[in-house]
């Protein structure tokens, strides 16, 4: 469902389940998915460029098995309404403007963990990933923050419970984000990467926060840290 201009309600699919790859997309007026409440099971699932205000309409899926996006959207604040959801294969949060707040993910708690990429940037009013608390593992990378883009992380708070990464974590490091607190239960990484790159050398970082971690299985690379 991509680039339809006038198009403010998708209806008439009320008996899709299941779907390999579902994309709503650039439909800068659409506001409700009424005809998508019976989808449980879509391996990929994007949202972006809609006037959708959350991600109630898929109360009813149970799995989103490869990856979930949620891209470039202006009117939600907060991705609620995966209230049904059990499983989740892979999670992208990029270029939301009007995003503040992750804790509507906290409806996926079910979930336990995310079995794929994680990748939370460039979402310039997102202070925090209070929401996540249920995640205590990550089986693929973790990605947060950008080196080039808008994004104003404060703190990782809502990472609480993270365990393990199979794959990179990967900060890359804001002016306003001074250290790892809120990565106290994490004990493995398979690679760890934190860059400093273009904040400047007068504000401190300081890397506590991962008084847990034991095990780095590749790379350990902080660069350019104050």
Not at 18 to 26: G, H, T
Not at 43 to 54: H, I, K, S
Not at 175 to 200: C, F, K, M, Q
């Amino acid at each position: 469902v991509r680039d339809n201009l006038a198009l403010a309600q998708v209806t008439g699919l009320g008996s899709l389940v299941a779907a390999d790859e579902l994309r709503v997309e650039d439909n800068p007026v659409l506001t409700g998915l009424p005809g998508l409440t019976a989808l449980r099971t879509p391996r990929y699932l994007t949202v972006g460029g809609n006037a959708l205000a959350d991600l109630s309409d898929f109360a009813g899926v149970q799995a989103i098995d490869a990856r979930l996006t949620v891209r470039n959207t202006t009117e939600m604040t907060d991705p609620a309404g995966l209230t049904g959801l059990m499983r989740l294969g892979g999670l992208d949060v990029y270029d939301n403007i009007g995003l503040t707040s992750l804790q509507g993910l906290s409806d996926a708690s079910a979930a336990g963990g995310i079995s794929g990429k994680v990748e939370v940037v460039g979402n310039p009013g997102l202070e925090d990933l209070r929401g996540l608390e249920w995640v205590t593992w990550i089986d693929g990378d973790l990605h947060l923050g950008t080196s080039s883009g808008p994004s104003r992380l404060t703190s990782l708070d809502g990472l609480q419970g993270l365990v393990w990464v199979t794959g990179d974590l990967s900060i890359a490091r804001q002016r306003e984000l001074n250290s790892l607190v809120g990565l106290g239960a994490l004990e493995a990484v398979g690679a760890l990467r934190i860059d400093g790159t273009g904040v400047p050398s007068t504000v401190p970082f300081s890397l506590t926060g991962l008084g847990t971690l034991t095990e780095v299985h590749g790379t350990l690379d902080l660069r350019d840290l104050a």
